[in-house]
């Protein structure tokens, strides 16, 4: 597999009709899905990323149902209970049997509960060859080292981490943890770089959805910074949307983008070909900073950890 990936295709927002007007405010058709993924293969994005429960279970099936064989799998097992004996055997088995494959490419663990437990069935997984490359998601810097090390005596590299992060959300990159993944080659994927859709240019209109009446209420705070965007994305000839999704890339962090349509694969595919400069990061991080947005971010899944699992050093 070549592990060369410069940008990901994030699932959550597939499925049903219901499904996509709740979270999205609106739906699209699977035959648009179908047209987004045959578009990432003509441009070499074709990496996915999903959970059990994304779009209700429906991601799943869809990529099972269009994807070709050469598509990359990101998977994850979600532990929203305690860990039971073979409780990521049984939910992996299923994503194998929705995916029609005989493994998947990455696996994530999706949330940091009973870490050791939950790591070594997967470990015992990649020894049978069912996971190729290993992640933890919604991580904070002890518990990446707590699982880079359990990995490691088991002779398996830590893959990669995949967290919140965005133009206004950097507090990954404030606090250590990005630079912690570069500096032991570990890859850093961002999710929600677009703010389920804040990021992305404001005259968009977008049907009404809680998750967008939240994100809507944001938009006022970042005035400004849409300015700042707006004349950053007309230096490169790109959108809004590809400057949030290039201030990923161009720092060598991999951006998860909720693509739905072809055009947005598009986008997406040439938005990590262009680097900004460093003067453009700066005048964008300042604004942000500036701007002081809140967003839905890791916290909303940090209330299933259990406080004895929470790791001092
Ligand atoms: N590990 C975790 O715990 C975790 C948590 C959350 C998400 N994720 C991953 O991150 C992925 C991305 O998150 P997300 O889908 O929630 O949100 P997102 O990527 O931040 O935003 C998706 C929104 O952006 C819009 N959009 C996408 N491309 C665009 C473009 N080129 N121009 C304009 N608008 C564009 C979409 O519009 P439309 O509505 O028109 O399609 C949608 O409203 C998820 O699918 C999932 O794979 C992981």
């Not at 709740?22 to 993924?37: C, H, N, Q, T």
């Not at 002779?155 to 990669?160: D, E, F, V, W």
């Not at 959300?169 to 859709?197: H, M, P, Q, T, Y």
Request: aromatic residues 10%; hydrophobic residues 35%; charged residues 30%.
């Amino acid at each position: 597999m070549d592990m060369d990936i410069k940008a990901v295709i994030g699932t959550n927002s597939w499925g049903g009709k219901l499904y996509g007007k709740a979270l999205r405010g609106s739906y699209v058709d699977d035959s648009v899905i179908k047209e987004a993924m045959e578009e990432g293969n003509r441009l070499g994005i074709k990496v996915y990323d999903m959970a059990r429960d994304y779009g209700l279970g429906k991601a799943q099936k869809m990529l099972g149902e269009f994807g070709t064989d050469d598509i990359i799998i990101s998977a994850k097992y979600t532990p929203f209970k305690r860990y039971k004996k073979n409780c990521v055997r049984r939910s992996l088995e299923k994503d194998l049997e929705d995916f029609h494959r005989r493994y998947v490419d990455i696996y994530w663990l999706h949330l940091p509960i009973d870490i050791k437990e939950h790591l070594n069935e997967i470990i015992d997984l990649y020894k049978e060859g069912k996971i190729h490359y290993i992640g933890v998601s919604n991580f904070d810097l002890e518990e990446c080292r707590l699982s880079k090390q359990i990995l490691e005596n088991a002779g398996i590299p830590l893959y990669g981490v995949q967290n919140h992060y965005s133009i206004i959300s950097r507090e990954w990159e404030k606090n250590g943890l990005i630079d912690w993944c570069k500096a032991n080659n570990v890859s850093f994927w961002a999710w929600a770089v677009l703010e389920e859709g804040l990021l992305v240019d404001p005259n968009i209109k977008s049907g009404f959805s809680l998750m967008k009446m939240y994100t809507n209420r944001q938009k006022k705070k970042l005035r400004d910074l849409y300015r700042v965007l707006i004349s950053t994305a007309k230096n490169h000839d790109i959108s809004v949307a590809q400057v949030a999704e290039s201030f990923c890339s161009t720092k060598g962090i991999v951006p998860i983008c909720g693509c739905r349509k072809p055009r947005q694969v598009k986008e997406l595919a040439k938005a990590v070909d262009v680097k900004l400069t460093d003067a453009e990061i700066k005048r964008i991080e300042e604004e942000a900073d500036r701007a002081n947005a809140k967003v839905l971010g890791h916290d909303i899944f940090r209330f299933y950890v259990p406080k004895k699992d929470k790791i001092t050093v």
